[in-house]
């Protein structure tokens, strides 16, 4: 990887509901063409963390920088020139065909009730093209399968034109091969240059797509580095209360399998 200024980074990062702190010092670097892996239990603060680097929870202490300058400085359009977000699900009101959720994506830098042009049109098939769903512009979003659905979102953030992605648990509702599917998606798309950050809640995810991976817990970044280096069975309990092995395939690839005699039937 060349040697670059990070697109994000965050420093001594803290946030906190009234008395309630939710992050404390948080650091980290989110490096040009990078998949970024971040794990932690339900309710350990990964929402907060994305909503404070997206510039959405502006009140937190420390500094969140987005292509060297503070977040707190920027417009929401000049954020939204430099990163996007990918929920987990989506489920709009409205039937809206996939090319009008896609150009939803494209409008976002733009004025309020601005009609799309040719270059919001223009973004919006590259997008689906990039990743393969050219084929359902005119489908209704609602009727799509759940992989379908978050390519679709994918596609939307791409639109966007950002070159950060943020990625909220992308494959939570979706099934094993959907699952892998998006996966090496969003694996190709740092491969083109984006930079992701993706949290999730299983470790084979890391093994096999994140370049590296921050934990969080107790509101603490506990661990960084490749998954390889730091995901281990220990780590593994403390963040999510269960006992595994890990082992390796043909080509060392790691994977993780609980421990099955600490469970009874």
Same mark, same amino acid.
């Given at each position: 990887?060349?040697?670059?200024?990070?697109?994000?980074?965050?420093?001594?990062?803290?946030?906190?509901?009234?008395?309630?702190? #939710?992050?404390?010092?948080?650091?980290?670097?989110?490096?040009?063409?990078?998949?970024?892996?971040?794990?932690?239990?339900?309710?350990? !603060?990964?929402?907060?963390?994305?909503?404070? &680097?997206?510039?959405?929870?502006?009140?937190?202490?420390?500094?969140?920088?987005?292509?060297?300058?503070?977040?707190?400085?920027?417009?929401?359009?000049?954020?939204?020139?430099?990163?996007?977000?990918?929920?987990?699900?989506?489920?709009?009101?409205?039937?809206?065909?996939?090319? /009008? %959720?896609? +150009? %939803?994506?494209?409008? =976002?830098?733009?004025?309020?009730?601005? +009609?799309?042009? /040719?270059?919001?049109?223009?973004?919006?098939?590259?997008? %689906?093209? @990039?990743?393969?769903?050219?084929?359902?512009?005119?489908?209704?979003?609602? @009727?799509?399968?759940?992989?379908?659905? @978050?390519?679709?979102?994918?596609?939307? =953030?791409?639109? @966007?034109?950002?070159?950060?992605?943020?990625?909220?648990?992308?494959?939570?509702?979706?099934?094993?091969?959907?699952? +892998?599917?998006?996966?090496?998606?969003?694996?190709?798309?740092?491969?083109? !240059?984006?930079? #992701?950050?993706?949290?999730?809640?299983?470790?084979?995810?890391?093994?096999?797509? =994140?370049?590296?991976?921050? =934990? +969080?817990?107790?509101?603490?970044?506990?661990?960084?580095?490749?998954?390889?280096?730091?995901?281990?069975? /220990?780590?593994?309990?403390?963040?999510?209360?269960?006992? &595994?092995?890990?082992?390796? /395939?043909?080509?060392?690839?790691?994977?993780?399998?609980?421990?099955?005699?600490?469970?009874?039937?």
């Amino acid at each position: 990887m060349v040697n670059q200024a990070p697109v994000l980074e965050a420093r001594d990062l803290s946030f906190s509901y009234g008395s309630r702190e #939710i992050l404390h010092n948080i650091n980290f670097v989110l490096e040009r063409g990078e998949l970024l892996g971040l794990l932690g239990a339900n309710g350990s !603060g990964k929402s907060t963390l994305f909503r404070c &680097v997206l510039g959405l929870d502006k009140y937190h202490t420390g500094s969140v920088f987005l292509e060297r300058d503070d977040i707190k400085n920027k417009t929401p359009a000049a954020i939204a020139g430099i990163i996007a977000y990918v929920p987990q699900a989506h489920q709009p009101s409205f039937n809206y065909s996939v090319l /009008d %959720m896609i +150009l %939803m994506g494209a409008a =976002a830098r733009e004025k309020a009730w601005a +009609l799309p042009g /040719d270059k919001q049109k223009n973004a919006a098939e590259n997008a %689906m093209e @990039q990743l393969g769903i050219t084929r359902l512009r005119a489908r209704g979003f609602r @009727q799509l399968s759940g992989g379908e659905q @978050q390519l679709v979102l994918i596609a939307r =953030a791409l639109a @966007q034109e950002a070159s950060i992605l943020v990625m909220d648990e992308p494959t939570a509702n979706l099934d094993y091969g959907n699952q +892998l599917h998006v996966l090496f998606e969003i694996k190709k798309l740092s491969r083109r !240059g984006y930079s #992701i950050f993706l949290s999730t809640h299983n470790p084979d995810h890391a093994f096999l797509f =994140a370049d590296r991976i921050l =934990a +969080l817990h107790n509101r603490k970044i506990i661990a960084s580095g490749t998954a390889g280096e730091v995901l281990t069975p /220990d780590l593994i309990q403390m963040l999510y209360g269960i006992q &595994v092995r890990l082992r390796k /395939d043909e080509r060392g690839i790691l994977s993780s399998a609980p421990v099955m005699s600490n469970f009874t039937y």
